[in-house]
């Protein structure tokens, strides 16, 4: 297959994953009430989030069709290494809310948070829910938290993990920042691109 196809596949099931999780934290958010707050971007406020590069393949693709691509690449040169996602918009009057210019593909990490499990020290699932959560909204967590040790289906961050990391282990693997995470991604996607020019 050649690398241009090879990599537009990736991402297709990149997508597919995603819509899997969307229909996980949809159905765990109907079934125990939990949500996000109005507005609220106070988990993207961090910079401590990571993604693997494949999750990032749908944004660089995406942005590689709008001609942007040069500009991102631009901006993650331009900020600190260890700065908050570039795609993430504070709102300017209510500090801890914002937006995220690239919502619909969003990684994995971003699509999750709030609404999935990671094994514990004792290898139960345990919910891991944002901190605005756990003030705001404190008696839907441990309602949810509940139900989840009395058994009921929810998302989980490391089976998520694993399928990426099934799709294309060189790519899937390894965790890094977000933005480093793009810019990989980008610089992978504008290699296919090259590649196929030079081929004809």
Same mark, same amino acid.
């Not at 949500?35 to 393949?57: D, K, R």
């Not at 996602?85 to 995220?100: A, E, K, S, W």
């Not at 929810?154 to 693997?173: D, I, T, W």
């Given at each position: 297959?050649?690398?241009? &196809?090879?990599?537009?596949?990736? &991402?297709?099931? %990149?997508? +597919?994953?995603?819509?899997?999780?969307?229909?996980?934290?949809? +159905? #765990?958010?109907?079934?125990?009430?939990?949500?996000?707050?109005? *507005?609220?971007?106070?988990?993207?406020?961090? @910079?401590?989030?990571? =993604?693997? %590069?494949?999750?990032?393949?749908?944004?660089?693709?995406?942005?590689?069709?709008?001609?942007?691509?040069?500009?991102? !690449?631009?901006?993650? @040169? &331009?900020?600190?290494?260890?700065?908050?996602? %570039? #795609?993430?918009?504070?709102?300017? !009057?209510?500090?801890?809310? $914002?937006?995220?210019?690239?919502?619909?593909?969003?990684?994995?990490?971003?699509?999750?948070?709030?609404?999935?499990?990671?094994?514990?020290?004792?290898?139960?699932?345990?919910?891991?829910?944002?901190?605005?959560?756990?003030?705001?909204?404190?008696?839907?967590?441990?309602?949810?938290?509940? @139900?989840?040790?009395?058994?009921? @289906?929810?998302?989980?961050?490391?089976?998520?993990?694993?399928?990426?990391?099934?799709?294309?282990?060189?790519? *899937?693997?390894?965790? %890094?920042?977000? /933005?480093?995470?793009?810019?990989?991604?980008?610089?992978?996607?504008?290699?296919?691109?090259?590649?196929?020019? =030079? /081929? $004809?």
């Amino acid at each position: 297959m050649p690398l241009h &196809s090879f990599t537009s596949d990736l &991402s297709h099931r %990149v997508l +597919e994953l995603y819509s899997e999780i969307d229909r996980q934290t949809a +159905e #765990f958010r109907t079934a125990t009430g939990l949500h996000c707050l109005p *507005g609220c971007g106070q988990c993207c406020e961090s @910079a401590t989030p990571e =993604a693997t %590069v494949i999750e990032l393949l749908p944004a660089a693709q995406e942005l590689f069709s709008r001609r942007e691509a040069q500009q991102w !690449l631009e901006r993650i @040169a &331009s900020i600190r290494e260890n700065e908050r996602c %570039v #795609f993430y918009q504070p709102d300017p !009057l209510i500090p801890g809310n $914002g937006r995220c210019d690239l919502y619909i593909l969003r990684p994995s990490v971003c699509r999750l948070f709030g609404f999935a499990v990671i094994k514990n020290k004792d290898g139960n699932p345990e919910l891991m829910p944002c901190r605005r959560q756990k003030e705001q909204i404190p008696v839907l967590v441990k309602k949810a938290q509940e @139900a989840i040790s009395r058994g009921m @289906a929810v998302p989980s961050f490391n089976y998520f993990f694993l399928q990426m990391v099934a799709l294309e282990p060189s790519l *899937g693997r390894q965790r %890094v920042p977000i /933005n480093q995470a793009l810019q990989f991604a980008l610089e992978r996607y504008g290699l296919t691109i090259q590649l196929m020019k =030079a /081929n $004809g």
